[in-house]
């Protein structure tokens, strides 16, 4: 057993005694350390006086002061909080502290910010802790044609090609519903940071982590970009619908339902086909092969979507699993979170004050840390200081010099390149 970020006990998570400074703000850094955090590693948020500017993106917000929002706790549980006003040389003398006792920094500054400090990784921190691990997130990257330009989400959706993939044929480009771009860099600099850990621990020393919002977008494109490559052309959107497997899509059933159905293998479409009471399709020549169902995709759901209007989305999802065919109903957030499979897999988790989603990374042996509420903003300061070796004396002084803010200065906040959305 070992002592958690807030003092508390937990068994066996496995990234137990890794010590991880949060330097990260919005979306791809703060998830990237909440996952750390999820695996039992002790994780410190470094906040400016004004907060992280995700604190103010709702309604909704968990308090009635509303200096939480949902937006927030979804991606800084677990954490120790301590507020650092990093526009002053003593805050910045602090920062170093805490970084020379950590194992793992995770940052998203505008380019140049750390450098500016005296505390960028390549010139300084690397010869100074050679042992320490630096994640660092951007969103395109510190050189280069675009190097240092400021990463949004929806931005990178739209440069790396996914926009152009996403929405109905012969419709507007669409972004898709969720952050995936900062999503996908999260997970990157997760599974980075997890390398460069286990690096160390044969060769001893720490290395740069350096992921791109760009490089995440362009690594989701599969199958679109592996085609290209390929054949050279260049890939179309398709709504719900796949560009290379058919049937593949959404179909309308009966009522408002509406039903997504993968057929990936000739097997399966003739499963389909009895399932909806049309068994002849299967050996039809225009239908018998996926290449055959692709050339002729107009006449084929001419054919299958009467039959998926006259059934019950629900009903229909059962019998087609029962003959292996995957589908199921387009569920919105509220369904999902409340189905039962989602609740068995613990992927809704809370504390008693907290709920939020679950850690989906399972491990048979090493357990995840119990989930825990973010912290306000500076609770623990004094705490975290104290175990630097500051004295009571040192952190008053901190405090009469501005080092460590004011929760209410809105205008010390500090600029950020991976932004979120």
Same mark, same amino acid.
């Given at each position: 057993?070992?002592?958690?970020?807030?003092?508390?006990r937990?068994?066996? =998570?496995?990234?137990?005694?890794?010590?991880?400074?949060?330097?990260?703000?919005?979306?791809?850094?703060?998830?990237?350390?909440?996952?750390?955090?999820?695996?039992g590693?002790d994780?410190?948020?470094?906040?400016?006086?004004?907060?992280?500017?995700?604190?103010?993106?709702?309604?909704?917000?968990?308090?009635?002061?509303?200096?939480?929002?949902?937006?927030?706790?979804?991606?800084?549980?677990?954490?120790a909080?301590?507020?650092?006003?990093?526009?002053?040389?003593?805050?910045?003398?602090?920062?170093?502290?805490?970084?020379?006792? =950590?194992?793992?920094?995770?940052?998203?500054?505008?380019?140049?910010?750390?450098?500016?400090?005296?505390?960028?990784?390549?010139?300084?921190?690397? =010869?100074?802790?050679?042992?320490?691990?630096?994640?660092?997130?951007?969103?395109?990257?510190?050189?280069g044609?675009?190097?240092?330009?400021?990463?949004?989400?929806?931005?990178?959706?739209?440069?790396?090609?996914?926009?152009?993939?996403?929405?109905?044929r012969?419709?507007?480009?669409? *972004?898709?519903?969720v952050?995936?771009?900062d999503?996908?860099?999260?997970?990157?600099?997760?599974?980075?940071?997890?390398?460069?850990?286990?690096? *160390?621990s044969?060769?001893?020393?720490?290395?740069?982590?350096?992921?791109?919002?760009?490089?995440?977008?362009?690594?989701?494109?599969?199958?679109?970009?592996?085609?290209?490559?390929?054949?050279g052309?260049?890939?179309?959107?398709t709504?719900?619908?796949?560009?290379?497997?058919?049937?593949?899509?959404?179909f309308?059933?009966?009522?408002?339902?509406?039903?997504?159905?993968?057929a990936?293998?000739d097997?399966q479409?003739?499963a389909?086909?009895?399932?909806?009471?049309?068994?002849?399709?299967?050996?039809d020549?225009?239908?018998?092969r996926?290449?055959?169902?692709l050339?002729?995709?107009?006449?084929l759901?001419?054919?299958?979507?009467p039959?998926? *209007?006259?059934?019950?989305?629900?009903?229909?999802?059962?019998?087609?699993?029962?003959r292996?065919?995957?589908?199921?109903?387009?569920?919105?957030?509220?369904?999902?979170?409340s189905?039962?499979?989602?609740?068995?897999?613990?992927?809704?988790?809370?504390?008693?004050?907290?709920?939020?989603v679950?850690?989906p990374?399972?491990?048979?042996?090493?357990?995840?840390a119990?989930?825990?509420?973010?912290?306000?903003?500076g609770?623990?300061?004094?705490?975290?200081?104290?175990?630097?070796?500051?004295?009571?004396?040192?952190?008053?002084?901190?405090?009469?010099?501005?080092?460590?803010?004011?929760?209410?200065?809105?205008? =010390?906040g500090?600029?950020?390149d991976?932004?979120?959305?």
């Open positions: 057993m070992v002592a958690a970020a807030d003092g508390r937990q068994m066996s =998570a496995v990234l137990r005694g890794l010590r991880v400074l949060d330097l990260s703000r919005v979306l791809a850094g703060p998830l990237c350390a909440q996952m750390l955090a999820d695996h590693a994780v410190i948020k470094v906040e400016a006086p004004s907060g992280d500017e995700t604190r103010r993106w709702g309604p909704p917000f968990v308090d009635e002061a509303e200096t939480t929002s949902a937006y927030y706790q979804g991606l800084n549980r677990g954490k909080n301590i507020v650092l006003d990093l526009r002053t040389d003593a805050a910045r003398k602090v920062l170093r502290d805490l970084i020379g006792r =950590a194992d793992v920094v995770v940052e998203n500054f505008k380019a140049g910010t750390m450098r500016r400090w005296g505390l960028d990784y390549e010139a300084h921190l690397a =010869a100074e802790f050679p042992r320490l691990v630096y994640c660092r997130i951007t969103g395109y990257g510190v050189d044609p675009l190097g240092g330009l400021p990463g949004y989400d929806a931005v990178l959706q739209a440069y790396g090609g996914l926009m152009s993939v996403n929405g109905e012969g419709g507007e480009p669409l *972004r898709v519903g952050p995936i771009v999503i996908t860099a999260a997970h990157q600099a997760f599974a980075g940071v997890l390398l460069a850990v286990l690096e *160390r044969a060769g001893g020393r720490g290395q740069l982590v350096d992921v791109t919002l760009l490089d995440a977008a362009v690594s989701l494109m599969h199958p679109h970009a592996a085609a290209y490559l390929q054949s052309a260049v890939p179309e959107r709504g719900a619908a796949h560009p290379a497997v058919a049937p593949y899509q959404v309308r059933t009966a009522g408002d339902g509406r039903l997504f159905v993968a990936a293998s097997a479409f003739a389909l086909t009895e399932v909806l009471g049309l068994p002849g399709l299967a050996g020549a225009r239908f018998r996926n290449r055959d169902r050339g002729n995709l107009g006449r759901l001419a054919e299958l979507e039959a998926f *209007r006259t059934r019950d989305a629900d009903e229909l999802a059962t019998e087609l699993a029962a292996g065919v995957a589908a199921s109903p387009v569920n919105d957030v509220g369904q999902v979170l189905a039962a499979q989602v609740r068995h897999r613990g992927m809704v988790v809370g504390d008693g004050r907290y709920r939020g679950g850690v990374v399972k491990l048979s042996r090493s357990g995840a119990p989930p825990r509420a973010p912290a306000a903003l609770a623990d300061t004094e705490r975290v200081l104290t175990e630097c070796g500051y004295t009571a004396a040192d952190i008053a002084g901190l405090r009469r010099s501005g080092a460590l803010g004011a929760a209410t200065d809105a205008a =010390a500090y600029g950020t991976a932004s979120g959305g």
